[in-house]
């Protein structure tokens, strides 16, 4: 078998991955339901990878960069075995080699940022409250727990609060000063 078959077969299994993989992608969609001990339903659901540490997401080793190595590698080799100077496997193979880790990072980094972009949150972050207005809708007693609620992100919350002065009354406007833990100090506004 000479060099050029065997970049054929790695470009056609990795093409061949890549078209069985997106056509049934939804077909097999990654969700298992399954039935445990009690007769319940457990839900099982398929993860794309651990992230590069900061997220979760796309992993560089995932199935679809192996695939675009895999493909990337059988192109370039075939296109190298044609022209004089690469044509020798000994020169084609570690060029075709370094093209197609080259391709498979770019296609880590493209979806490595479109991962980024669509897993963002609506959900508020405690970080950003303090200094925020709110309403108490449970008494705060001198040395007790009461109950705010305030509005972030177009969202409203509710949380526990103490009063970082006096007795506060239900109804009235207070301003976030700190946050620790769950509990939420307040001062009248």
């Not at 895999?70 to 075995?81: K, P, R």
């Not at 100077?85 to 370094?98: D, K, N």
Request: aromatic fraction near 10%; glycine fraction near 16%; charge should be negative.
């Amino acid at each position: 078998m000479d060099a050029f078959s065997i970049y054929l077969i790695c470009f056609g299994v990795g093409l061949l991955f890549t078209i069985v993989s997106a056509l049934t992608s939804h077909v097999f969609g990654g969700h298992d339901a399954a039935s445990d001990a009690s007769g319940g339903h457990a839900q099982g659901h398929a993860e794309a990878g651990g992230g590069a540490g900061d997220m979760p997401g796309f992993a560089p080793l995932s199935p679809t960069t192996i695939a675009t190595f895999i493909t990337a590698f059988g192109g370039f080799g075939m296109a190298l075995t044609k022209f004089e100077p690469t044509s020798s496997p000994w020169i084609s193979g570690p060029i075709a080699a370094l093209g197609a880790l080259g391709v498979a990072f770019l296609v880590f980094l493209v979806f490595r940022a479109v991962f980024s972009k669509t897993q963002g949150s609506s959900e508020g972050r405690v970080s950003e409250l303090a200094g925020t207005f709110a309403t108490v809708i449970t008494p705060i007693p001198p040395d007790g727990v009461g109950e705010i609620a305030y509005v972030q992100g177009g969202t409203r919350y509710s949380a526990p609060a103490r009063s970082d002065g006096g007795p506060i009354a239900n109804g009235a406007t207070v301003k976030i000063v700190r946050i620790v833990g769950t509990q939420f100090f307040v001062a009248p506004a």
